[in-house]
């Protein structure tokens, strides 16, 4: 046993009370094995595991004692936890951006490490090899560069070498993979894996996402509230999860590997119907030069009324763009838009009112979707006042109170603040506010990304009632897929601005006819073990070019395992069975 | 409340304003002498039970000179601060929320403005004016609202790109509503921080003027001309000189702490607690 925990207990002192941010825990580690502890914000998860490596805030009060190789890391009276940070317990975080130093390159970051556990020995050398070992491609050439020269996941990369390198026994990744996209977070969970057979060191794997964990860990832990719900091998908790807590986690998980039954294909009524467009921004070189970054390329898409259309892709594809197009905050700079029937361009104000009503967004962060000094009643009225300024007090209070009860809250919420409310709570009420001019559209910007697990299911349920009760059309933008299977009805996958493949949601997920389809899908993680663990991955190399200055031809081709010469130069719209692939190669390839 | 209370340098900072204002409120009643009474027979005098802080070059008691001196300070800096953040606040209001060209033009007049010393403007145009209190303050609040136009300016670019301001831009709110319900009121807080500090160097502004005879002409009394008086008889009449100068240093210290305090008072997050 290399890292034994008894009776762990982190505590703070706040003007209502002690809070237990870790309640009485005891935690064992064996040595080589991989070890998950899973659980949602506030479930102590990260506080626990920063008590080990002697990073836990002032405040805190730590009971309990915890033994590193039967040395003492703490208890009540003592605490040598930082002599063992760093050359024999090391820890990575979620965003592998903030925890560079971006005045450093990476050696000169990677050298202060060494320069303190290691001062004697050729730190170029060391440096090399760990960036080696975790596959960083032409590491050489990358030592002299800085963090912003490199991608998310060459980043974290580097984290996880700077951490590799003093060879420590035990390994803590923080939501390692969180902040990236899902092609990344395939590659580093590859990585992961591989580095297990290879080195000494154990790795315990912080994250709220079963899927993540699945293929990888030897062991998982659950954590509720500062407690210990249930432990296991992963096959006893993903299959047969005896907590209460651990069989409501499991069953508030998306699958993309199952079938969305309740999807319809044809809406005959077209609310937005875009032909072909495309949005260009100018971005400033120099005192007089431009450089043209074309967030997007042309699209052409329709929404028919009722219809939920996932919008699919990587960060920077351009979803949110084509989103705010949709809503007439931005115009196309090329191509033909019309909603509701009519053409949507600058000179078409009357069309602006009428979207202004008709079309709602939701957004990705509920909290600051509100303006923190207004309280939920004048949130929820604002958007009548703006469009019927003539209604009286009474029938205002009248409606908010009957969207609040329609998402699910009471009016004591009236008089209340943003801030006094759960993130789902607020989710709620942003909704309720998209709700209260009975929309036509609803724009839902990643609507359940920074949401708990648990609360994702709750919200998406609400979301496809309401569609269903005011017939509204939805356009469904996330990067995570398996949301994106259960809730919508038509699907389309965006890579650079474009529009690679756009199918009806079981054919796109069941059959995926574009290679960059094909490795996004098996790209999610499955929140089975048994599946997680036979994937062989085919992965995608490399990241997206910028899109300023794109090369000619298919913008994907570089990353493509199935390109030819031709890929270069061209690339057309083709049909593939009921699927439309951006793709030269579709009909040879699938 | 609680917030204010609780920290002890917020407290002695409201101590110190509240002591100013009351003072400055109930001058001819707390003051035992007329401020501007000569008394030949009295000049120069240390201080003593019958004139606390002595008299001064005229024999004028200076302890009434004083009180009445807290009206002049204090007068200048509210209204000179309320017409420099009036300004500022609707110059940089405008600048953040149109940005592009309207933006440029007033930014480039606000590096203007400031490359010019302040101090040596203000000292340009009371000569050519009258100098008179209201001048002073008008004069003080042109020349003091750079600052705040940068301020509001940053914190409207910064909010503009909240996701409720997108909500509300997208659901048809105007230009007026943006500005006056969404980013106003959250820029409020650090207008308000650095106004109170703002009074805090418009009073020292107005001392120093004072003191260059600029400012308040005699026989009313200011804070900075009776540290004028003093400087001529510095040698052997300290009184003269170290009252007024605590008085300045004690009330622009009370508008630091104050503006400080008022930092933590209004995050919204703390609503809760005053309730």
Redesign the interface.
Known sequence: MILSIKGLSVTYQSDDGLIFAVDDIDLSLQEKETLAIVGESGSGKTQSMLSIIGLLPENAQIKGEAFFNNKLLFNQSNNHAEEFRGNEIGMIFQDPMTSLNPYLTIEEQLGLVLKKHLPDEDHGKIILEALNNVKIPDAASKMNQYPHELSGGMRQRVMIASVLMLKPKILIADEPTTALDVTVQAQILALIKDLKDQIDTSIIFITHDLGVVAGISDRVVVMEKGKIVEEGAPEAIYHAPKHPYTQKLIASIPRVDEKNLHHQDAFPNKSIDADNISMEYRIKKGWWSFDTLKAVRNVSCELGQGEILGVVGESGCGKSTLAKSLATMIYPTKGKLKIFGQEANIGNQSLKKITQKEVQMIFQDPVSSMNPRMNIESILSEPLWTHSPNLDKASVREKVISALDRVGLDSSALFRYPHEFSGGQCQRIVIARALMLKPKVIICDEPVSSLDVSIRKQVLELLLTIRKEINASLLFISHDLSVVRQVCDNVMVMYLGQVVEQANVNELFDSPKHPYTKALIAAVPIPDPNIQKQIELKLMEGDPPSPINLPSGCSFADRCAFKNDQCKSEQILTRVDSSLVACIRAREIN | MKILTQNPLTLSGIIIISLVLFIAVFAPWLSPYDPNYIDIHSILLPPSVSHFMGTDGLGRDVFSRMLYGSRISLLVGIVAVGIATVIGTFLGAIAGFYRGYIDSIIMRFVDIMLSIPTFFLILAVIAFLTPSIWNIMIVIGLTSWMGVTRLVRAEFLSLRN???I?????????DY?LIS??LL??SLTPIIVTSVLGIASAVLTESGLSFLGLGVQAPQSSWGNILTDGKEYIQFAWWLSLFPGLAILITVLGYNLLGEGLRDLLD??N???RK
């Open positions: 909240r996701e409720y997108l909500a509300a831009e997208a659901m048809g709110a105007s509503r319900k969404h009121p959250n919204p997050k609503k809760n607690q």
